[in-house]
């Protein structure tokens, strides 16, 4: 099977496997426990904030682990919420944000918290005037994801927090889908708060974290729990901690080369495939993320694409892996302006470190011919 879903999920690398297996097997005492199993745990802990850190540049304190990206998400979002509700009840998003975001917004519209969403262009783009326009006295809390997982645009966290800065709200951005791969531009776009995923960075699944600037205040969900100071109750899982900053710092010190190694394959894959008129790119043409490409074969359902590719030896997704199984259309396809047959088409393929010239070359035949086929008539 060539597997081309890296944005869903990617493989384990060899050292984040090895630095679980050691710290699981040497290690496993209960980082909580007072004895001296448990503060070499503790200590291991401490040592893998310290380096998530490092590679973010913010101080470890601000550093949360969590059981994944949307735990992370759903953490942050609630904390700061009821931190500073009394500052407002005003929360703003998009229709592109993962699940975890939205539904998050929807448990805090529950509680009482209203939710508007900003306008994107064709694109996906935040729109920047839309967005002035919504802020109000009385917004606490705006999160607006870095790049989108299933159109793959990136957005400019700059401008955006530049603008929720000046009405004084609180600013989060999901950024599990750009770590490792791109600059994520805390002090530059003004983050009060960011989350990130162990598994997208070649490290296990079962980890995360979120970062909360020090000067933030925020109220956890849990209360009296005494976890990750607590922001969660449950104990956490120091080999898959310990192995996501192994994977975190090997993806750091070879990102320029994987990320030239994927536009370069990008590139012959946008001369050869987007060459087909059946074949539409969505998103951003440019500013994406590296090796993600959001496809969609004219009155072709996605899922069709998917199976046949799938059939044939190539794994794709038909968009975020947190929504699968679900049967409405992608929502960020409705945001841009698509119709709902126009969405069911979005396909997404997404290349990694692991990805060779010859995957490519063999994806991009299949789906000429899938192509071709569809335009005589005939599968």
């Not at 490290?203 to 976890?227: R, V």
């Not at 969505?282 to 359902?301: M, N, S, T, V, Y």
């Not at 841009?336 to 470190?353: D, P, T, V, Y």
Request: proline content about 3%; some cysteine; charged content about 20%.
């Amino acid at each position: 099977m060539i597997y081309l879903d890296y944005s869903a999920t990617t493989p384990i690398s060899d050292l984040a496997l090895k630095t679980y297996m050691h710290v699981s097997t040497h290690y496993f005492g209960n980082a909580s426990s007072l004895h001296t199993c448990g503060t070499d745990a503790a200590s291991i802990i401490e040592s893998a904030r310290s380096t998530i850190a490092s590679l973010l540049t913010v101080t470890p304190r601000s550093i949360y682990f969590t059981g994944c990206g949307s735990e992370a998400n759903s953490s942050a979002l609630i904390a700061l919420a009821k931190g500073n509700e009394r500052n407002g009840k005003q929360l703003v998003t998009t229709p592109l944000e993962h699940p975890s975001v939205l539904q998050t917004f929807a448990y805090l519209e529950s509680q009482g918290f209203t939710v508007s969403k900003v306008r994107v262009n064709e694109y996906g783009q935040v729109c920047l005037s839309h967005l002035r326009e919504l802020l109000q006295e009385k917004t606490v809390l705006v999160s607006i994801g870095h790049a989108s997982a299933e159109l793959g645009t990136i957005q400019d966290l700059e401008s955006i927090g530049d603008i929720v800065k000046e009405h004084g709200a609180l600013f989060h951005s999901d950024c599990v889908q750009t770590f490792g791969k791109v600059m994520i531009p805390v002090k530059e776009a003004h983050l009060d708060s960011f989350s990130i995923s162990s598994h997208k960075v070649y490290g296990p699944k079962g980890a995360g974290a979120c970062y909360i600037s020090p000067q933030t205040s925020w109220d956890s969900f849990f209360p009296h729990t005494s976890h990750e100071k607590g922001l969660r109750p449950g104990t956490v899982d120091t080999a898959g901690i310990a192995a996501f900053a192994a994977a975190a710092e090997e993806t750091y010190s070879m990102q320029t080369d994987i990320e030239k190694k994927v536009r370069k394959l990008s590139e012959h894959f946008t001369k050869t495939v987007l060459s087909e008129e059946s074949i539409i790119l969505e998103g951003h043409p440019d500013k994406r993320i590296p090796g993600h490409f959001a496809l969609r074969f004219d009155q072709r359902e996605g899922q069709y694409i998917m199976l046949e590719l799938n059939r044939r030896g190539i794994a794709v997704s038909t968009g975020s892996a947190c929504r699968a199984g679900s049967s409405s259309p992608p929502a960020s396809m409705i945001a841009l302006g698509r119709s709902s047959e126009e969405a069911h088409g979005l396909i997404r393929l997404s290349m990694g470190k692991f990805t060779t010239r010859d995957d490519i070359e063999k994806a991009v035949e299949i789906m000429k011919n899938l192509a071709s086929r569809e335009m005589t008539g005939g599968i």
